[in-house]
């Protein structure tokens, strides 16, 4: 579990680093969401929802590295199944998008869904 956890952190971290690089202009906003937006302030929008779904993300999963109770292992479970299928969609969108997409994030997104997949399969120490 511990590993995954390492990897679901380290995934989220770097997911949240490229949006803050394309919200501050490092990274050029045609080289995300498929190259689909015309404006920066079209891509502006998608690179906080994105940001906040990221540390979402994050939190729950140093949620889930803590000991809990018995009680909520189903919610926590369904919900790494969510995220599992939340970034499998993501990953096949990633292979259709910019070059960047594929090369880049595609990689990062395996990162999530391999470390969702762990914590949704493995089992929990319970109190």
């Known amino acids: 579990m511990k590993t995954a956890v390492f990897m679901g952190i380290i995934f989220y971290s770097l997911t949240i680093l490229i949006h803050l690089l394309i ?26 929802i994105n940001t906040v779904i990221s540390i979402i993300g994050g939190v729950f999963t140093l949620f889930v590295s803590r000991n809990i109770l018995n009680k909520y292992q ?20 990633q292979l259709l998008g910019t070059p960047f997409e594929k090369m880049v994030c595609s990689l990062i997104l395996i990162l999530g869904i391999i470390s969702n997949l762990r914590m949704a399969i493995e089992k929990r120490v319970t109190i």
């Open 74 to 93: 189903r919610g926590i479970t369904s919900i790494c199944w969510f995220f599992v299928v939340l970034w499998s969609v993501g990953f096949i969108q």
């Open 23 to 48: 919200i501050i202009g490092i990274i050029p906003f045609t080289w995300v969401n498929g190259g689909r937006s015309e404006s920066f302030a079209t891509q502006l929008p998608i690179s906080i």
